[in-house]
Structures are given as C-alpha cells and as structure tokens.
C-alpha cells in the first residue's frame, strides 16, 4: 500500500513577517484555494521570534513596516520586538492563518515537474527527524535571507583564552547576568547599536569596539504626526496618510543620498554634532568611508545610542582586534579593553531561499546562474516567486506588493486557462550582481550565492518603493519576458494578452 502525497494548490516557506502576509493576501484573493505554510521554527515570527537580545526593536518605522492591509495602532513608530512579534501573532490569529501553519518543518528540497506542472516538496520534520512529502502548484519562498542556524563570527586569535562568556546576540542566553558589568561590544552594525543602549539602562558598562564606523542618526521614537491622525481620522485613513508621509521621506532621504552624497554627509555630520559632547572625535568614531546608503544606515530612535554616550555610560573605541585575553582584548594600537563579558554583534550569514535544494525537471537550480525577475522570480524556474526586502526601506513595503503580484499572476492565469508561468531569459541582456550599489560585509560574503539581476526592465532590481508599486500593483502581468502554458501547449503570450 502506498500512501497519497498531500497537494495543496500554493505553498509558502516561511511563518514570519512576509509569509503572514503572503498568506492574507492569497486567501483574500482565493478563498476556495489551498495553501500550506511549512515553518522549520517552533513559533510564528521569524526573525521577530529568533532574536531575543535586550532592546531588539525595529529600525524602520512600524507605519512602513507593519502591513498595508493591518494598521499600526501602537504607540511607538520605532516600536520594540515584542510588540512587533505580537502584531505578527494576532494577524495570523484574527485571520485563521494559523491553522494552516505546520511547525517544525523545514524544506531540504522542492522539485518541479514539467510534466505534472507542479511541486514534489520534501520536508525535514525538525523535531523528530522525519521527512513530510507534499505537492503544490506554486511555490512561494518567505524564508528571507538570514540564516537562523548560524551566525557571523570571525575568528578572532584567543578566544578560548578569555574566562568570561562569549556570546552572539543570535543566540542570547535567557540568564545572562550583565547588571554592572563590563560589556565589551564587537560590531558597528544595527544590533550594535540596539544593544549598546539597552545593556546601559540595566547598568552596564558598555565599550562598543568597531573596526570601522557606521552612519548613526537619530529619529523620533514616536510619530506625531501619525498620533495627531489617528484622533482625527479613522484608523485606516490615519495608517494610510501616514504610511504615504514616511514613504516620501525615505525615498527622498535615500535619492538624496544617492545623488548628493557630500551634501548629506555634511548634513548627517552636523545633526552628530548637536547629538554628542563638543569635541567629540567624529571623524574617528562617526565618519565611514563610504557614502551613506551604500550601507544601511543604523537608527537611534530618539537619540537613545547618543544619549548613552554622553551621560559616559557607553564608549566607542574605533580599533581593530589582536587577541582576545585572559580578562578582555588587546587591541593592535597596543591598548587592551577590560571585560566581563564580551558580545559579537559582528553580523549574520546569508542563506538564499532558506538554502533548499531547487530542482527543475532532474536538473539543479544554480542560482548565480539565474537572473531575478522583477526582483521576485527567477528565469527558467516555473511557477516560483519569493520575497525579498527592501535594503533601503521597510522590508513589508516589498513584502506586500510581491505578494499581490503573486495574486494578480494567479488570477491571470486563471483566467486565461494557464497552468504554468516562467520569466525566460533574454540572452541579450547584461548581467550585473543582485546586491549591486549595496556593499555591506555580509551581503559581499554571500553575493555569489544569490541570483543575478540584468542591466534593464524587467530584471533590473530597483530599490525604489513607487517605482515597484506601478510595476507591480498595476503593470501588466504578461510582457515579453514570461511565458505561459497550458496543459500540453507552452505559448509565449504578449503583453497585449
């Protein structure tokens, strides 16, 4: 006897943020059709779940971050993990999205066969070893691009010397006791400066030791103007206004910045100055080398990272790393850094697509060898899309609209009787890296691992919001780029189909 493989007509890799979302939209759009979420973690949340670290909080605000569909009715724009991780929890509750949820499951494969136009997914049973088989007709990857399993860590010479603990904000230890306490901080990147001000308020004492400085600035921890809309509008007209508001600032934050690097610079200087005591040594410690947004910028909501430093209760050393020591560090200047405990906010592993083997009709998916369409599919790769964030904006903003496009494919397909969709490959067009413009250590480790985007429409990656919501919200679904079949027939459909 053999036992029949479970179909389901959509599958999404991923519980967290996007995969919440992925799942509203399609059951809106769908509500006769299946899907199946398979989440390899215990819990909803993704990333909201996995990190635990003291004063894990957004760095976007929570009116670009939270869902288009679902108002942010918060207090805090820059709100914290919690909070954040319990909008994401009652979305999926009030929706019944959960029941569709299955723990514990992570996907080790998905294999496409043209010749049954669908999915054979296997999946690895986390808690007890065992491998689940399901079929799918589309295949939606919102497992992100952070690696859970295993962080960023250099190797740095003597750390078996040093008699205190070690430990990654990855995998923060529930009992780790850091009240005054002397905290070495390794890392210059957003959970460096997260953490540096929260270990302070429980009384550390906190030395932030960074190789190379990070563009820092300051934001309101509360919108008011988002506040004052929502006593005089309903809530999601307020939501609505003041997703638009922050929106227009970023994207013209980010052109400027792009356009106009000196001047922002210049700009982003003068707001450190009025931040930090006078004569602070900014050049040092608050002037990278590159241009802002050729690396995220990290947040101080309301200046708390500032506000640490200048009541002395955090110190930033700009310096690299010799050996670790029995009591601490010592530096290559010569100077040594005294701790008790010592934190590597040195960054994270990129994994694409939560590092499943992809298979077409027997043969591997090697994915430098794929060219991203739209920034969501892959060429040759059929009936598959994915979700990737922005790098210079809130990650739902791309979440959302992935995600209705998706809905819009599938009713295009629908409607035209189509049982499979593919982005076909231009030869003719140029081949340039997905993360091009966009140089942080832990993207420039992991960019060969990734597909590769071209030098024009539609595989061009944009990292502009409004440009992608005309493309996407209300461009057109069939262009020269994708093909369609239906069952025994592969046509090539132009875009006035």
Known sequence: MTTAVEHTDVLIMGAGLSGIGAAYHLQRAFPRRTYTILESREAIGGTWDLFRYPGIRSDSDMYTLGYRFKPWLGE??????????????????????????????????????????????????TDTGD???????????????????????????????????????????????????KVVLIGSGATAVTLGPALTEQGAHVTMLQRSPSYIISAPARDDFALKLRRRLP????????????????????????????????????????????????????????????????????????????????????????TFTETGLRLASGATLDADIIITATGLNLVAFGGIDLVVDGEPVRLAERMAYKAM???????????????????????????????RLLRHMDAHGYVRCMPVRDPSVGVESLFLNFNPGYVQRAANQFPIQGDRAPWRLRMNYLRDLVTLRHGSIADDAMSFERAGQIERVAARD
């Open 76 to 125: 805090k724009s820059i709100a914290d993990g919690d909070t954040i991780l319990d909008y994401v929890r009652e979305t999926a509750a009030e929706n019944g999205i959960d029941r569709h949820i299955r723990f514990r499951h992570r996907v080790v494969r998905a294999e496409w066969s043209s010749a049954d136009n669908r999915w054979t997914v296997l999946a690895e049973r």
């Open 131 to 181: 491998t689940v088989t399901l079929t799918a007709g589309f295949l939606l990857s919102c497992a992100g691009y952070y690696r859970y399993d295993e962080p960023y860590v250099p190797d740095f010479p003597g750390t078996d010397r040093f008699t205190g603990p070690v430990v990654h904000p990855q995998f923060w230890p529930a009992d780790l006791d850091y009240a005054n306490k």
């Open 235 to 322: 809530p999601r007209a307020a939501y609505a206004l003041a997703r638009a508001k922050n929106v227009a600032v970023t994207t013209a934050f980010y052109q400027l910045s792009q356009r106009y690097p000196a001047s922002v610079r210049k700009r982003i200087r003068g707001w450190q100055e009025r931040w930090l005591p006078p004569g602070y040594d900014i050049d040092t410690h608050f002037t990278p080398s590159y241009n802002p947004w050729d690396q995220r910028l990290c947040l101080a909501p309301s200046g708390d990272f500032f506000r640490a430093i200048r009541k002395g209760k955090l110190a930033v050393v700009t310096d690299r790393i010799e």
């Open 377 to 407: 599919m892959l060429s040759d790769v059929p009936n598959f899309a994915y979700i990737f964030g922005y790098t210079n904006a809130s990650w739902t903003l791309k979440a959302d609209l992935v995600s209705e496009y998706v809905v």
